[in-house]
Every structure is written in structure tokens, then in C-alpha cells.
């Protein structure tokens, strides 16, 4: 971190902490140069970039000011699911956000897309041309069903960062992260059986568990530590669960990253009642903080956890590699992976191998991570600006997706519907639940690179959430009424 | 046709009819061209293309020969398969099969290997260079469930040669034929129910039904007019049935195209018990006679035919790019897409369209289809030359699979462990039944441009076939002891 990086962080926190209150006039140039005893420009650097984050605004020949703004949002609470399995449907809903991707002038902030648009992506086309001019029969003939060697190794030696020792042959390609859930859910369950999900969980393994039949059964979940352990024990000793699916690190749609002793505790209890772990790691990567955090997998010592991941969310989704590690279930997922498509497509596969081996994946990874940290704060900012007090908002670790608690009397799925006319989209938070939960939530996306047009969306929407919020309850109480956090996940109504 | 090809075609026939016998000299160069009225040299090339199909030898100062052969091999009877509802297993040899794909210096006769080598394909690195240069970011980008427009609107296009009037929008792009398959299945039928399928029956299609926990009841079907009718009306009588799979132009393995009026039969037989059909079309564009059959789906009137087919038997399966046009079961298959793989790469997509809109596909398709029916020429001879009578062959119309049928206790597990010391790898035929049938069978690949290690494999192959047909029978009779025809399976058991 350079000098005025430093000065800067240490001046957010200042203000984050109240020591600079809203409309306060900040110290002068001068005299944070003394205080500090660094240069007047890297306190103009520390400034701009403070303006820049939109937490302190200049006035002319009079210095810089705490931009003014309401409170912290709390963060939701744990949440309540129902205690028992159910079966999931909404493919509707699901299929009508799928198809919202089409629409070309739709601002897509309930996407999961990420942001594909980054200069340190470039190098991907060169090394894609490069390898069409070498006309390498491989890339046409069937690969491989577990992929190509190239992809796997590296694949082996980038989950050593997360502190994984795995070897190429332990580890299946898959046609995305998708296919990997697919696989590993079809090895360790048959129609009917049941499987233990965090609540509220990505919509499309929600889709793929319903689609074989699967029932799920919803562990509350904290917004900050993940999957309640006593909970998901509960239903263990209650329920003949098959296997338990958690996103512990930079979770979909949470945003937290599961504490190490939690991920232990995660595996013992699997290990008690002996049952797989699915560990969805696809936005693991994308943890603002380094060293990135390990997974379950890491811990693991009988080949009970399957990790599943893919390229998507760092890279492009629209290579579809990903790719599972599936320790003892390695034979019934190569042959789900048969049944299901086949060997991956070869050219993908080869691309992303040699990206990595030209060295330009953590190049890339390190841009992406400080690009969505610093969309964090921006987004945080205008939702605090636009939207109406009363709202919880995540504090995402890592990725690029926030999640938003209303009201309890929200109707997120109207909201959807009336903000299409206005050409923005959002994810309703009831897709996050098989038992029809969270439809006072939404999830919005923060990867793209902003523009008036977001700022001017956000404001759309924040005003949309007000006017539907004072007709879904009876008034609205000030903000200084409000809890600083909410408790039982109701305090928002209070 | 040129003349000297004409001359040829007409000069084989007379071989094949035996109007001029094994080891007989032909006319002369001179007589013949005044026999036809065409010119010396145009005789010579004729003579020279025999030679290379290895139908004449020539003798020094002496001219040409006929070449000395058996009599042609029968055609395997209609296959006589157990009439119930059976459950799929033999993952374990299917596993060996695709692993064997992996070991470079094996000779892959079992595998289903296009020819990838000729020059027709060549624009197709052209093609993925340019739009890698291009920087297209929707190459990134997640895709359209239902696949890249352009390429849908191709694969229309397309479809018209075989009488179907398809739209872009009843399409899915998929991966490869291998997921056309397997959401259509899921699409028609939940686990423990019945499917109807030709026997015997490609055993990928055999493994995803298994995969899905599904019965199925192996239909007996006709080496030349496919499924029995008959038969497939008997099971829908007794069974309830869902769906019937089929691979009704260019078999696999047994290389027919159903005659029009029989595909008319299966359809309504279809429609009188309310099943689906789905099929699989993925050899229908190498038919070598022009133009290529019609598909079932041409006919189909109320939507009832899942159309399953891909680039992989024409283009290359590296690719993985497929369809499905699955008629009013649309929604079910983008839902189960969804939960398997979600959108497919991109970019192979955009490749094939861009391909197929430049103009190369149907030069490429001319050259491939003349290239296998020549190969199925040479291929033929090698296998009357070097196989023991006693043996049943199919005679492909299409494609580049050939079945071979051998005496009733032959097996041909024991003959693939034993071929594998030599580097040499085939189908053993009991992947193509579910009910544990053609243990006596083998699938052999013609695709691959001939060498004379490919001869001296088939020469090997032939004398194990001869070595173990001892130790499993008695006695050889005589060729001339032989039918011309076998009846009921058995006579090559005489
Ligand atoms: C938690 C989670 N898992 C899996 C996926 C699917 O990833 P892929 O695009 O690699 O199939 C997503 C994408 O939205 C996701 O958010
Ligand atoms: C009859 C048949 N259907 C489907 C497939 C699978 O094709 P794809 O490689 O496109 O998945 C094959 C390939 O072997 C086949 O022979």
C-alpha cells in the first residue's frame, strides 16, 4: 500500500467511526502533512481519493468536507427458515431473469455477471487466436471426460493458495460451475432424498436440487459467520439428510466469508453424521482481503467434501470451465459428467491453462478484487443515499453481490415488475428460498463499472423501495428511532 | 461423375456380381476402350481407382486381375433382444472405452472418432481466430440459455435438407448431442419409468438412461429397416412406456437409414399410445446417398419428436456443440439445461456459425461423406480378406461404423483385453445391450484415413477373431458350406 493509500484508509475509518461527523470541515492540507509527517501531494492524493469514494466533497477555497449521509444500514439478521423439508418450484421466476439477460439496454443488477470489460482480460483473446493459428488437433477431438491435463494441473496449483494439496487426477473439468453442483449433487443423492441448504441460497442450485427431485431442507444462516451449526445439527440428528451445500467463502447472496472455526466445526458435524460436504467456492477468489481464505476442502481428510468451482465469476462465465474436485466420489461424478454432457468443449480449457501458465491470471485477479472493493464503497454509499432508512444491508467480504433486507411486508417480486419499465433489473430475494422466504429482499449486483446512468438507477430504485415501503406499512419512523442493529430480523417493521 | 469414375463404378459391379471371377484377368485396356467408346487414358484411371480399392491387382506385362476374395460376408439378422423392462449397468467397460481415447499410441477402432484431418476443415481455425482477434465481449458473457441466435438460426438453415421447417426459437444449442440426449430424457421421464430402444443400442444413450434411473426394453430391430414395428407395438401394449430413442438415419451401430414409410409407422405408432420420440440424428448428414434422408421430426405434427443432433460426427466433437429441437417439451428442456450445465460456451458457437454462414460446411460435408463411403469400401475388403468366414457385417449406408456379428459363443471381451496387448482398441458389443447381449459383437471405426498400420491392425484383429472362433467352436465348415444369408441370428453358427 503506497503513502496516501494508507492516509486514506486511515482517514475513512476516522469518518466511518464518527470522529469526523457529516458536514465537518476535515483538517487542511497542512496540517495533515505535518501531523503525518508525509508530503503535501500525497495528502491531495489521500483527499482525491476519499472524493472519489464520495465520502468527503470539496468547497471551493474553503477545504474539504465529511460528505453528509445517513447511518450505517444494520446488517440483517440470522435468518428463520422453516425447520423442515420442502420442494422447490419458482423455475418461473428463475427462468424470467435468465431471459432478462437478453435484453440489451436492461441496467442487469440482478445479475451475477461480473465484470468482463477489465484491461488485464485482454491477454485471454491473444492466447485464444494464438492457439487457433497453431491448429492443434486436440482442441477438435473428444477431450478427455476429466478434462485436459494442461487445465487440471493448474487448476492443482492454484488451490494451493486456499490451502489445498490436490493432485491433477483428483480434479474433474466441468462445463462451469453449474455442471460441477450438477454432478456432485447426482453422486452423493437419488430423487427424494434430502439435502440441507444455507438459507437464503443461490437460486440455481436451488433449480438443480429441484430438478432431480431433490428436497431441501433451510439452515438459518448469519449474515457474518455463515450456516448456524447448531441449527444444521438439529436437523441432522432430526432428518435422514444426504449431504449439506454451503458457499463458505464470499457467500451467494450473504457475502461473508464462513470463520475458520466454523468451517471446522462444519466438518466435524458432517463428519459425525457422515454425510458429503458440496462446497461452492465460485466467488472464493474474489475475498478483498489476501491471503484469501482456505476451504472446507482444505481441512479435509476422508474425501467427504466435493469441491465445486469454475472460472465465471474471476474470468468469464461465458467460457463455461469450471471444474470439481470430488475426493471419494471422483467415479460416480465422472459418470454423472458422462451422462450428462459428455467431455467439456477442449478449446476453453486450453485457453484459460495457458492464460494462467503466462502468468497473467493473479495479475487479473488482484485488478478484479480492488475493482469490486472500491464498487463496495461507492455502492454502499449511494444505497445509504437513495434508499429509505429501515433497510439492513450485507457488508460483503468479497465478490461482487449485496443483499438487502426490507420490510417484512415488501413485496420484492411487484418491485421487479414495476422497475422493469424503467429498464432495471433485480433479483427477488424470494428465488433464494425454497419455502417462499425473502420476498422482502433483493440481491444486486455492484461488478459493473459505474456510470451516471447506475448512480441514476440506484436512485430509481431507492425511490421505488421508499414509495412501496409507505404503502406496505403505516408509517415510516425516523431514522434516529431506528435500532443501530436489527434484531430477530424484524427490528426493520419496528 | 467423371467418365473414369462411371467406368469404374460399373466395372466393380460386375465384380461384385461375379461376372468376372477372383483371380480372372480383365479385358484389356484397348479392348475396353473400344468397348465404351471412351479414351485409353480414361480406362487407365478407372483401372487405377479399382486397384486402389484394392478390387483389381495388377501383374507386370500381364494386366489386371481380379482380386481373389470370399464371398461377401452376410448381414447380422434381425437382433432377437429379452422382451421386458431391464436396468443398465456396465459402467465399468464404458469407462474403459473413453479411457482408452487417452493413450495416443493406440489404434482407436471402438471409439467414434470422426475423420478431423481433412483440409474442408481447415477455415474453421480461420474462423476462431479472426473472432478471437475480434474481441467480441458477448464471447465472454454469459449466453442465452437457448444458445448464440446466429448459430440457431444456422442449424434451421440447416435442418431444411432433412424436410424439417424448424424456427430459430424451437432450438436449443447444447452441449454436444450427448446433452441433447440427456434433458431430453429428463424431460419425458422421471426415474423408474420405461424407454423404448432400438437393440442394440449406442451405448452412451444406454449409459445416461441408467445414470437417470431408467428402465429400458431393447427392441428387436433390422440390420437394414431398423426397429421392428411390430415388436415396439407388442411393449407399448404391455409396458408403459414413455418414450422411444432411436437413431433412425445412419444407425449407430448398425449403420441403416429407415426406410421413409417405416419412420411414418414409428410415428404413429408414437401417436396412438401418446409416447415421445426422441431422435437422435447425429450420423443423418453423412448418409452418402444425396440428399440425405428425411428425419422422423419432418413429419411430426403435434410436437411430439425430440430432434437430437450435433457437430461432433461432422464437424468435430471437440467442439461440444449440439442441438435439440424438442418440440412441446421447449420448457422442460431449457429447465433441465439450466440445472445441468447452464448456457453453453460461447464461443464454440459463434465459431460453427460463422463457419457454416462463410460457406465451408457443405463442401466439408460433400468431402467427409465421399471420404467414409470410400473408406467403407476399402474397409469392407479388408475384412472379407483377412476375417474367417462364418462372421455377419453390416452394410453402413452412412457414417463410419461397422458391425460385425460372430459366432454365438464368441466373446469379445476376452478378444479386447487380449487386442490391447497390440495396441489395438474395438466396441465390444455388450455395451450395446442392457440385457447383457452381443457378447459376440464388435463395432469397428472406418472414419480414421487408411495406412498400412491400419491394415496390418485389421490383419491382426482378423487372425485373433479366426484363433478365438476355434477355441470356441467345433469346427469352421467351408465357406462355400455357408448360406448366403444368415436366418435368425444363428446360422452363422452352422
Ligand atoms: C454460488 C454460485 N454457484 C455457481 C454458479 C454457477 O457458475 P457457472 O457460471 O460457472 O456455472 C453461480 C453463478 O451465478 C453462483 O453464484
Ligand atoms: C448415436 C450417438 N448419439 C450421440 C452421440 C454423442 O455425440 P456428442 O459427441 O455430440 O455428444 C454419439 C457419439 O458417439 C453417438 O454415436
Redesign the interface.
Known amino acids: 500500500m503506497t503513502r496516501y493509500q494508507h492516509l486514506a484508509t486511515l482517514l475513512a475509518q476516522r469518518i466511518e467511526q464518527g470522529l469526523y461527523q457529516g458536514g465537518e470541515r476535515l483538517p487542511s492540507v497542512r496540517t495533515l502533512s505535518t501531523e503525518h509527517g508525509v508530503s503535501i501531494s500525497t495528502v491531495q492524493q489521500a483527499y482525491h481519493l476519499l472524493e472519489e469514494k464520495q465520502l468527503i466533497t470539496p468547497q471551493p477555497r474553503s477545504g474539504y468536507f465529511v460528505t453528509p449521509r445517513k447511518a450505517a444500514p444494520p446488517v440483517p439478521a440470522i435468518s428463520r427458515p422453516a425447520q423442515r423439508p420442502v420442494e422447490i418450484t419458482q423455475?418461473g421466476s428463475?427462468?424470467e431473469l435468465?431471459?432478462a439477460?437478453?435484453e440489451e439496454d436492461m441496467l442487469q443488477l440482478g445479475?451475477?455477471?461480473p465484470d468482463?470489460?477489465q484491461p488485464t482480460?485482454?491477454p485471454?483473446?491473444?492466447v485464444?487466436?494464438?492457439l487457433?493459428?497453431k491448429?492443434d488437433?486436440?482442441?477438435?477431438?473428444?477431450?478427455?471426460?476429466y478434462g485436459v491435463p494442461a487445465l487440471r494441473e493448474q487448476v492443482a496449483r492454484l488451490a494451493i493458495d486456499s490451502g489445498c494439496q490436490l493432485s491433477a487426477d483428483e480434479i474433474v473439468i466441468?462445463?462451469?460451475c453449474?455442471?460441477a453442483l450438477?454432478v456432485s449433487i447426482?453422486s452423493v443423492c437419488?430423487?427424494g432424498d434430502i439435502i440441507a441448504v444455507e438459507s437464503p441460497t443461490f437460486h440455481?442450485t436451488m433449480?438443480?436440487l429441484?430438478?432431480?427431485?431433490i428436497k431441501v431442507i433451510e439452515i438459518p444462516t448469519d449474515c457474518e459467520t455463515g450456516i448456524s451449526l447448531e441449527a444444521l445439527e438439529l436437523a441432522l440428528d432430526q432428518w435422514p439428510i444426504k449431504a449439506v451445500v454451503v458457499v463458505p467463502n464470499c457467500n451467494n447472496p450473504l457475502g461473508f466469508v464462513m470463520p475458520d472455526n466454523r468451517k471446522r466445526g462444519l466438518l466435524a458435524l458432517a463428519q459425525r453424521f457422515d454425510i458429503a460436504i458440496i462446497e461452492d467456492d465460485v466467488y472464493g477468489e474474489l475475498v478483498y482481503d489476501y491471503p484469501r481464505p482456505i476451504t472446507i476442502k482444505s481441512l479435509d481428510q476422508d474425501g467427504r467434501v466435493m469441491l465445486c468451482s469454475s472460472f465465471?465469476k474471476v474470468?468469464?462465465?461465458?467460457?463455461?470451465?469450471g471444474w470439481v474436485a470430488p475426493g471419494r466420489y471422483l467415479d460416480r461424478v465422472?459418470?454423472?459428467k458422462?451422462?450428462?454432457?459428455?467431455?467439456?468443449?477442449?478449446?476453453?480449457q486450453m485457453t484459460v491453462a495457458e492464460f494462467i501458465r503466462l502468468g497473467h491470471y493473479q495479475p487479473h485477479l488482484r485488478r478484479m478484487r480492488a475493482h469490486y472493493q472500491r464498487n463496495l464503497d461507492i455502492f454502499t454509499h449511494w444505497v445509504r443515499h437513495y434508499f429509505p432508512c429501515g433497510i439492513c444491508v450485507t457488508r460483503p467480504q468479497g465478490g461482487f453481490l449485496m443483499w438487502i433486507e426490507l420490510p417484512e411486508a415488501f413485496d420484492s417480486v411487484r418491485l421487479n415488475r414495476e422497475l422493469r419499465e424503467c429498464n432495471i433489473q433485480i433479483s427477488v430475494g424470494s428465488l433464494f428460498s425454497a419455502a417462499g422466504k425473502y420476498r422482502n429482499c433483493l440481491r444486486l449486483n455492484y461488478a459493473l463499472p459505474f456510470n451516471p446512468q447506475t448512480e441514476r438507477a440506484l436512485a430509481i430504485l431507492g425511490a421505488a423501495v421508499e414509495r412501496a415501503m409507505e404503502c406496505c406499512m403505516p408509517a415510516i419512523p425516523a431514522a434516529a428511532e431506528l435500532p443501530e442493529k436489527s434484531e430477530g430480523g424484524t427490528a426493520v417493521n419496528q
Do not use: C
Not at 474470468?315 to 470451465?321: D, E, H, Q
Not at 458422462?338 to 476453453?348: E, K, P
Open positions: 423455475w428463475v427462468l435468465i431471459n439477460r437478453l445479475s451475477g455477471m468482463i470489460s482480460i485482454k485471454l483473446w491473444k485464444m487466436s494464438r487457433a493459428q491448429q488437433l486436440r482442441m477438435l477431438n473428444y477431450d478427455n471426460i466441468t462445463t462451469g453449474h455442471e450438477s447426482r437419488q430423487p440455481g433449480q438443480t429441484h430438478g432431480f427431485g465465471s474470468l468469464a462465465p461465458g467460457l463455461r470451465v465422472i459418470h454423472m458422462y451422462i450428462g454432457t459428455g467431455s467439456t468443449a477442449t478449446q476453453m
